[in-house]
Nanobody
C-alpha cells in the first residue's frame, strides 16, 4: 500500500543547493526506515543518506557527508533531502525509499519500497 513520489529535481549549477521531497501515501513513513539513493549515469544505484534509527543519519558513503541532509516532516508523510554545494558528479536520478528493518545500513538491499525517481542535473 505504501507509495512514494519524489519531486523537486531539476537543473542546477555547481555550488548551488536543491531540496528534494518524497511524499508518501497509503501508510505513514513513521513506520519505516527511510533513505535517499542515487543512480548516476553508467553507475550502480548507491545509498546516500538514511534514517533507520534514533541515533541519527547513516551514510552510504563519504561523498555527501556535510552536504546532504535527510529529514522527516512532523506528520510522517514526507521525507526531504536538502542538498548543498552540489557538484557535477552529483548528477543522477534520485530515489527515496522505505525499508522494514530498523537499524539497517544505508544500502539498496535494506529497502523495499521505492519512488519513481527524480532527475537532478548539476552542470554549468
Amino acid at each position: 500500500q505504501l507509495q512514494l513520489v519524489e519531486s523537486g529535481g531539476g537543473l542546477v549549477q555547481p555550488g548551488e543547493s536543491l531540496r528534494l521531497s518524497c511524499a508518501a501515501s497509503g501508510r505513514s513513513l513513521d513506520y519505516y526506515p527511510v533513505g535517499w539513493f542515487r543512480q548516476a549515469p553508467g553507475k550502480e544505484r548507491e545509498g546516500l543518506v538514511c534514517l533507520s534509527s534514533s541515533d541519527g543519519p547513516t551514510y552510504g558513503g563519504d561523498s555527501v557527508k556535510g552536504r546532504f541532509t535527510i529529514s522527516r516532516d512532523s506528520a510522517g508523510n514526507k521525507v526531504y533531502l536538502q542538498m548543498s554545494s552540489l557538484k557535477p558528479e552529483d548528477t543522477g536520478v534520485y530515489y527515496c525509499a522505505a525499508g522494514r528493518t530498523w537499524g539497517s545500513r544505508c544500502t539498496e538491499d535494506s529497502y523495499n519500497y521505492w519512488g519513481q525517481g527524480t532527475q537532478v542535473t548539476v552542470s554549468s
